[in-house]
């Protein structure tokens, strides 16, 4: 059976990323955008994973310049807005398409298990995946990182 640790993304570094690298964590994927309304949210991510990585919370930050191109910069220029604009700690892919033909597999995936709420409709999506590997679910973009929705799933999953 598929999982999320069958798949791998480009670190913002370079080199692979694969997300068996989180084998018995909990993983909150969401594709981000520097220049995005939502851009924020990387406060409450941060802030997420803070809170709740000592107990196995991974957020992996997945840049996308998919949205009205609203992540135009390079992957250098990605990393260094994220650390020094929000303090950014926690992992970053390099730029990754997550929808249409091209979407990232992990993202095909997503969509195929959990259908469309696992499908971006704008930057700061978020798919929770638990230690297993499976999908737990998905959150829209308006749904901030500290909501009680995710906060509690989070919590759950851990």
């Known amino acids: ?13 370079g080199g692979e990323l694969p997300l068996a690298t989180f084998k018995d964590k909990v993983v909150l994927v969401v594709n981000t955008a520097s220049k995005c309304g939502l851009t924020p949210q990387y406060e409450g991510l941060e802030k997420l994973y803070s809170d709740y990585r000592d107990q196995g919370l991974v957020v992996l930050g997945v840049p996308c310049n998919q949205f009205m191109g609203q992540e135009p910069g390079t992957e250098a220029e990605i990393k260094d807005f994220c650390e020094t604009r929000f303090s950014v700690d926690f992992p970053l892919t390099a730029k990754t398409d997550v929808k249409g033909e091209g979407a990232h597999p992990f993202y095909k995936w997503a969509k195929a298990e959990l259908g469309e709420a ?17 999908l737990i679910g998905a959150f829209g973009p308006r749904t901030e990182p500290q909501d009680p929705e995710v906060v509690s799933a989070v919590k759950a999953a851990l």
Not at 1 to 13: G, L, V
Not at 121 to 134: E, S
């Open 1 to 13: 059976m598929t999982n999320a640790y069958d798949y791998s993304f480009q670190s913002i570094e």
């Open 118 to 134: 696992a499908d971006p409709a704008w930057n700061f999506h978020k798919i929770l995946v638990g230690k297993d590997g499976a």
